[in-house]
């Protein structure tokens, strides 16, 4: 119960979460879910690459290995 509150108080006020690490780098870094939601949704993935990082993978990557991973942005009249 008691854990349940603190995950709950993490995402109304993010500065009360504990550090987490990329399991793919080893870095640390702090979650960004919130009530809006998680900024890792915000990085465009291949169905692909989510599929193969599901697997891979149990817990978060950082921002800056899902950024590494995600895919190119659409040149303009390319």
Known sequence: MMMKLRNLAGIVLPVLREPSV???CGDPFT????LTGCWCSEIK????TRAELK???RGC???ECLEHL????A???G
């Open 61 to 63: 990557l950082c921002r």
């Open 45 to 48: 993935l291949s169905d692909e």
């Open 75 to 77: 040149v303009a009249g």
């Open 31 to 34: 979650c960004g879910a919130k």
């Open 22 to 24: 990329c399991e793919a």
């Open 55 to 57: 697997s891979r993978y």
């Open 70 to 73: 995600s895919e190119p942005p």
